[in-house]
């Protein structure tokens, strides 16, 4: 690992082990621990913990005190939001040490989770999904689908670049920043091309 090959404030603790790729910026009073994976060019904000092991694509948005624990991975392109944070423990107990029972949670290319949204683990979320502010993720959640609220719930889907999709009576949509195609068909979506 050559120290120049990515940026880290003064402030902030890596530990020994990590994997960190070029172009990478880890903000004020961070902590990466040891054994994490980190992509090249992400962006890792202010106060955020990346717990042991956890890997990050290329080109992952972290805003400020994001709490990501071990069994998270996240694929290229993921935006977690300010304060958002996942859980990796089902039945967590001060007193009884559950280490070894950590559950894996994924977040798939390209997805957007929220400002203070919480995914409690074991429940993935599909590539290009997004995740409203202050949602509480108790299930998996399919590609290109948005989901809001306590406990989140479907409320349409989405395009790659972030655009609300309303389809039409033959289940087409358009985003209406890139003018892609999407197809509604048996409950999930895929881009189909301009």
Known sequence: MQESAYFAHPTAVIDEGCQIGQGTKIWHFSHIMPKCTIGE????????????????GRNVKIQNNVSIYTGVTCDDDVFLGPSMVFTNVINPRSAVNRKNEYVKTHVGKGASIGANATIVCGHD?????????????????????????????QRG?????????????????QCPETGERYELKDGAVRKVGL
Not at 162 to 169: A, I, V, W
């Open 41 to 56: 060019n992400c962006n890792i904000g202010q106060n955020v913990v990346i717990s042991p092991e956890v890997v990050l």
């Open 157 to 173: 889907w989405m395009s790659e670049n972030g655009h609300q999709l309303n389809f039409d009576p033959d289940g087409m949509a």
């Open 125 to 153: 979320i599909g590539a290009f999904a997004f995740i409203g502010a202050g949602a509480v993720v108790t299930k998996n959640i399919p590609p290109y689908s948005l989901w809001v609220g306590n406990p989140a719930r």
